[in-house]
């Protein structure tokens, strides 16, 4: 396989609603927050890891292709998918499990995974004008069970939230290589497309997670990703 070009894809990423993606917190601390957002370890920042982008933008992708198991789609999904080149094309995205039995030619037919996702931090403006106002980058969303029978509030929790409004760097790269159709990088704008409709993080059924990307650019080339139907 001949490397032929990297296509950058750039844009702000943007909270419609607050977000929850958890710290996996090891301690319990008296009177704190029971559910903490993940944080850069230096600046002490709210921060979306690339790998919970990758993660949900994957998951869409092959809830969208009719194929989707309870474990990442491989090479043995092919066989017996409605449309084999959607799955294939998935794995050329996302790549294949090093742990799985298959042949050399499978193997070479999809070749490496073409996508690099990016950490997203906070954009540099909004941490400015969020410090300068002495505004916090998190906040604490009180929440409780309803008691079916009586209607009363039990079992309340604090879950900590990056607020609606907050606004961060997203960047991701696709390898394309000789032979590589333009069906990938329409895929991916498909993926992002299908991410602004659905959730990022923790309760997106309860609101949690509505994001969106604005200025979105391809290789410098600005994309409305509002006219893409993912669905086509």
């Known amino acids: ?9 750039n844009a702000t990423l943007l909270l419609e609603t607050g977000l929850h993606i958890g ?18 370890p230096i600046t002490n ?3 979306i890891p690339g790998s919970s982008l990758k993660g949900k933008i994957r998951t869409l992708l092959e809830w969208r292709s009719g194929a989707v198991k309870d474990k990442p ?6 066989k017996n998918a409605s449309n ?13 499990s090093g742990d799985t039995k298959n042949t050399e030619a499978e193997v070479a037919e999809i070749g490496v995974s073409r996508l690099a996702f990016w950490d997203c931090e906070l954009d540099p403006q909004f941490v400015k004008e969020q410090l300068d106002n002495n505004i916090p980058f998190t906040e604490a969303k009180s929440e409780n069970t309803i008691d079916r029978i009586t209607s009363t509030a039990g079992n309340p929790r604090q879950t900590e939230r990056v607020p609606a409004g907050s606004k961060f ?14 069906e990938l990088l329409e895929l991916v ?13 923790g309760s997106g059924s309860r609101g949690y997670g509505k994001v969106s990307f604005k200025e979105l650019k391809v290789n410098g080339e600005a994309k ?9």
Do not use: C, W
Not at 3 to 9: D, M, P, S, T, Y
Not at 73 to 78: A, C, G
Not at 224 to 232: E, R, T, V
């Open 1 to 9: 396989m001949k490397l032929a070009n990297i296509v950058e894809i």
């Open 84 to 96: 084999p080149e959607d799955v294939k094309n998935i794995l050329r995205l996302f790549g294949i």
């Open 73 to 78: 789609l491989s090479l043995n999904d092919v």
């Open 224 to 232: 409305d990703l509002a006219q893409i139907n993912p669905f086509k």
């Open 189 to 201: 704008l498909k993926g992002l497309r299908l991410l602004e409709l659905d959730s990022l993080g």
């Open 45 to 47: 920042q709210p921060y």
């Open 169 to 182: 760097t997203f960047k991701l790269t696709l390898r394309q290589f000789e032979g590589d159709n333009n």
């Open 23 to 40: 710290a996996g917190d090891s301690e319990m601390h008296i009177g704190g927050i029971d559910n903490s957002v993940i944080k850069n």
